[in-house]
């Protein structure tokens, strides 16, 4: 038998190929309005500010949905509905258009940062926590300690939606990151968050 070499492929006719994959910061949310500014935990700073990879099922809200719901609970265990000065800035991809791009993250980031002045940055999920720290590290070796952005503390670790894939260890692993981020802020504010 002989090889025949296979007939080349007809030229596929043009289709249409999107741009690279932008990252923006959409502008902070207050997420508890109602709170009285007086009955404010002195432990709990100054103020937080959360920093997430948006999640589409939420309608832009970050505390609906069975994500924000989750992400609303891991803040309540912290105490933070009772704080004034909560905020939420998600990080959304889009696709590049080729027109004009908007600030970058980190200007973004620094603005937000000066203009809210945070007692801790808070930053959950993997492409959040390399987009604003620009490391590659897993996130395995980054949580556990605190990282500095524009001047601010920073804890990261896992978000909502990754712990209600069922990754029950992590579970554990999140909330000894979100007592790390209030020990931080509890030091600052030079008082002691009162024993559970």
């Known amino acids: 038998a002989t090889l025949t070499a296979a007939p080349a492929p007809a030229p596929a006719a043009a289709a249409f190929t999107p741009g690279p994959t932008a990252l923006s910061l959409l502008p902070p949310q207050l997420l508890y309005t109602h709170v009285d500014p007086s009955q404010t935990p002195a432990p709990l700073g100054a103020g937080w500010l959360v920093v997430a990879e948006a999640d589409g099922s939420t309608g832009g809200h970050p505390l609906v949905a069975d994500a924000g719901r989750l992400l609303d609970n891991m803040l309540r265990a912290m105490q933070l509905q009772r704080h004034p000065r909560v ?37 959950m999920g993997r492409l959040a926590i390399q987009t604003l720290l620009q490391r590659r ?24 939606p990754h712990l209600l894939r069922g990754h029950a260890a992590d ?17 600052g504010a030079g008082t002691l968050p009162a024993a559970s």
């Not at 909330?175 to 931080?184: E, F, H, K, N, R």
């Open 137 to 160: 590290e897993p996130l395995g070796q980054l949580r556990g300690q605190v990282h500095q952005l524009h001047g601010v503390p920073v804890v990261v670790t896992f978000d909502a």
């Open 87 to 123: 905020h939420y800035m998600a990080l959304a991809r889009s696709v590049s258009t080729g027109a004009a791009a908007g600030p970058d993250v980190q200007t973004t980031l620094a603005a937000a940062i000066a203009e809210l002045r945070p007692a801790m940055v808070l930053v």
């Open 171 to 187: 579970k554990a692993r999140a909330w000894a990151d979100l007592c790390l981020a209030l020990a931080v802020v509890a030091k």
